[in-house]
Protein backbone atom coordinates (compact mmCIF):
# COMPACT_ATOMS: atom_id res chain seq x y z
CA UNK A 1 0.00 0.00 0.00
CA UNK A 2 1.28 3.38 -0.78
CA UNK A 3 1.85 5.98 1.53
CA UNK A 4 3.13 9.45 1.54
CA UNK A 5 3.99 11.62 4.53
CA UNK A 6 4.91 15.16 4.49
CA UNK A 7 6.75 17.25 7.15
CA UNK A 8 8.77 20.27 7.94
CA UNK A 9 6.51 22.89 7.52
CA UNK A 10 6.24 25.69 9.99
CA UNK A 11 5.78 29.67 10.80
CA UNK A 12 7.79 31.57 9.05
CA UNK A 13 8.66 35.16 8.81
CA UNK A 14 8.54 36.70 5.66
CA UNK A 15 11.73 36.46 3.33
CA UNK A 16 12.63 32.99 5.32
CA UNK A 17 13.02 29.33 4.35
CA UNK A 18 11.90 25.96 4.61
CA UNK A 19 12.90 22.76 3.91
CA UNK A 20 10.20 20.27 2.89
CA UNK A 21 10.11 16.48 3.23
CA UNK A 22 8.20 13.42 1.59
CA UNK A 23 8.39 10.29 2.92
CA UNK A 24 7.27 7.70 0.16
CA UNK A 25 6.19 3.67 0.63
CA UNK A 26 5.55 1.37 -1.77
CA UNK A 27 6.59 1.72 -5.50
CA UNK A 28 5.61 4.63 -6.24
CA UNK A 29 8.74 6.57 -6.18
CA UNK A 30 9.63 3.92 -8.92
CA UNK A 31 7.31 4.58 -11.06
CA UNK A 32 5.92 7.75 -11.34
CA UNK A 33 7.20 11.54 -12.03
CA UNK A 34 6.63 13.13 -8.51
CA UNK A 35 5.58 16.46 -7.41
CA UNK A 36 4.32 19.11 -5.03
CA UNK A 37 1.10 21.11 -4.88
CA UNK A 38 -0.22 23.11 -2.28
CA UNK A 39 -3.85 24.72 -1.32
CA UNK A 40 -4.24 27.47 0.23
CA UNK A 41 -7.36 28.94 2.16
CA UNK A 42 -10.17 29.12 0.07
CA UNK A 43 -9.21 28.11 -3.43
CA UNK A 44 -8.21 25.14 -5.37
CA UNK A 45 -5.08 22.89 -4.75
CA UNK A 46 -2.28 23.87 -7.58
CA UNK A 47 0.78 22.39 -8.87
CA UNK A 48 3.79 23.68 -7.33
CA UNK A 49 6.71 21.51 -9.22
CA UNK A 50 7.91 18.02 -10.44
CA UNK A 51 10.34 16.04 -10.69
CA UNK A 52 11.35 12.88 -13.25
CA UNK A 53 13.31 9.90 -12.21
CA UNK A 54 16.26 11.74 -13.90
CA UNK A 55 16.32 14.86 -12.18
CA UNK A 56 14.24 16.67 -14.61
CA UNK A 57 12.56 19.31 -12.80
CA UNK A 58 9.74 21.76 -13.45
CA UNK A 59 8.02 24.98 -11.89
CA UNK A 60 5.15 26.86 -11.09
CA UNK A 61 5.70 30.38 -12.37
CA UNK A 62 4.48 31.70 -9.33
CA UNK A 63 7.95 29.84 -7.18
CA UNK A 64 10.36 29.85 -10.16
CA UNK A 65 13.65 31.26 -8.75
CA UNK A 66 12.56 30.48 -4.82
CA UNK A 67 11.73 26.99 -4.81
CA UNK A 68 13.63 23.94 -5.62
CA UNK A 69 12.62 20.04 -5.85
CA UNK A 70 14.75 17.45 -5.34
CA UNK A 71 14.43 13.33 -4.59
CA UNK A 72 16.29 10.81 -3.05
CA UNK A 73 15.62 7.62 -5.24
CA UNK A 74 17.35 5.47 -2.46
CA UNK A 75 15.62 7.13 0.57
CA UNK A 76 12.03 7.04 -1.32
CA UNK A 77 12.06 10.81 -0.54
CA UNK A 78 11.39 13.95 -2.30
CA UNK A 79 12.09 17.26 -1.13
CA UNK A 80 11.38 20.76 -1.10
CA UNK A 81 13.67 23.96 -1.10
CA UNK A 82 11.60 26.73 -0.32
CA UNK A 83 13.94 30.47 -0.01
CA UNK A 84 12.68 34.14 -0.02
CA UNK A 85 9.24 32.98 1.18
CA UNK A 86 6.40 35.39 0.45
CA UNK A 87 2.86 35.73 2.25
CA UNK A 88 1.35 34.31 -0.44
CA UNK A 89 3.24 31.36 -0.12
CA UNK A 90 1.09 30.54 2.93
CA UNK A 91 -0.62 26.91 2.35
CA UNK A 92 -1.26 23.54 3.08
CA UNK A 93 1.88 21.54 1.15
CA UNK A 94 1.20 18.08 -0.66
CA UNK A 95 3.20 15.69 -2.29
CA UNK A 96 1.54 13.21 -5.19
CA UNK A 97 2.36 11.62 -8.54
CA UNK A 98 2.46 13.55 -11.66
CA UNK A 99 -0.33 13.76 -12.84
CA UNK A 100 -1.64 13.30 -9.10
CA UNK A 101 -3.56 10.60 -8.46
CA UNK A 102 -6.92 10.76 -5.74
CA UNK A 103 -5.40 7.62 -3.62
CA UNK A 104 -2.58 8.96 -3.13
CA UNK A 105 -3.04 12.47 -0.97
CA UNK A 106 -1.67 12.91 2.50
CA UNK A 107 -1.84 14.98 5.01
CA UNK A 108 0.07 17.56 3.84
CA UNK A 109 2.43 20.19 6.19
CA UNK A 110 1.11 23.79 7.11
CA UNK A 111 3.36 26.04 5.68
CA UNK A 112 2.43 29.72 7.05
CA UNK A 113 4.77 32.97 6.20
CA UNK A 114 4.06 35.54 8.30
CA UNK A 115 4.31 39.42 6.77
Known amino acids: QVQLVESGGGVVQAGGSLRLSCAAS????????MGWYRQAPGKQREFVAH???????NYADSVKGRFTISRDNAKNTLYLQMNSLKPEDTAVYYC?????????WGQGTQVTVSS
Open 96 to 104: NAVPARQRY
Open 26 to 33: GSIFSIYV
Open 51 to 57: IDRGGST
